[in-house]
């Protein structure tokens, strides 16, 4: 099983991106996935997750500027990130809760990260 994001990059405050991230392998079911990022010299930390019903939860510092949603049929999760600012620079991790086949056992998955560089 793999999580393979795409979509991070060099914007300028005020600007927008939109970063993807696609479960591919061999798994049951795929449960909540979410967006997590870690800047220099910080911990990681939770943006906003998803569950696989579409329930949402954001940071409180990128509500109602940062939107998650998924697309079930394709194993994948978005995020689309509007009035961006320099301190949303980070590596965002993509992370997945999948229930494997053989075991029917929840497993937690981390995608490589993407880096989102926002310039003032």
């Known amino acids: 099983v793999q999580l393979v994001e795409s979509g991070g990059g060099l914007v300028q405050a005020g600007g927008s991106l939109r970063v993807s991230c696609t479960a591919s392998?061999?798994?049951?079911?795929?449960?909540?996935m979410g967006w997590y990022r870690q800047a220099p010299g910080k911990q990681r930390e939770l943006v906003a997750r998803i569950t696989s019903g579409g329930s949402t939860d954001y940071a409180d510092s990128v509500k109602g500027r940062f939107t998650i949603s998924r697309d079930n049929a394709k194993n994948t999760v978005y995020l689309q990130m509007n009035g961006l600012k320099p301190e949303d620079t980070a590596v965002y991790y993509c992370?997945?809760?999948?229930?494997?086949?053989?075991?029917?056992?929840?497993?937690?998955?981390w995608g490589q990260g993407t880096q989102v560089t926002v310039s003032s």
């Open positions: 992370n997945a809760v999948l229930i494997l086949i053989d075991t029917m056992t929840a497993i937690d998955y």
């Open positions: 392998g061999s798994f049951f079911s795929l449960n909540a």
